[in-house]
Nanobody, 124 residues
Framework: QVQLVESGGGSAQAGGSLRLSCVASGMIPSITAMEWYRQAPGKERELVAGITDISRTNYGTMHYADFVRGRFTISRDNAKNTVYLQMNSLKPEDTAVYYC?????????????WGQGTMVIVSS
């Protein structure tokens, strides 16, 4: 199994920055993708950014939702088993609970793991 723990949420002013972290433990080598989702009050959970095609020799390919492209940056540190989401130029509409998700393949069937979420509040 894979376990995920997010941190770094908090409050920020519009235009400010926050950096979220997601530390993975467990079956790390089987992870093939790491993603950040968010869920605002009363709304569906949505994909924010992700790194796919992760392997021992491949950093992976980064993807972004249109509403964060150019403002948010996803990255990962293999040595620390950590994925980051650097959030710049924050807007009040970025207010949400942010979740980390991992897709991993211990054998052949893909499985997923979710973190507990970290709250981000952006005030105008």
């Amino acid at each position: 199994q894979v376990q995920l723990v997010e941190s770094g949420g908090g409050s920020a002013q519009a235009g400010g920055s926050l950096r979220l972290s997601c530390v993975a433990s467990g079956m790390i080598p089987s992870i093939t993708a790491m993603e950040w989702y968010r869920q605002a009050p009363g709304k569906e959970r949505e994909l924010v950014a992700g790194i796919t095609d992760i392997s021992r020799t491949n950093y992976g390919t980064m993807h972004y939702a249109d509403f964060v492209r150019g403002r948010f940056t996803i990255s990962r540190d293999n040595a620390k088993n950590t994925v980051y989401l650097q959030m710049n130029s924050l807007k009040p509409e970025d207010t949400a609970v942010y979740y980390c998700r991992a897709i991993y393949r211990p054998v052949d069937k893909p499985l997923e793991a979710w973190g507990q979420g970290t709250m981000v509040i952006v005030s105008s």
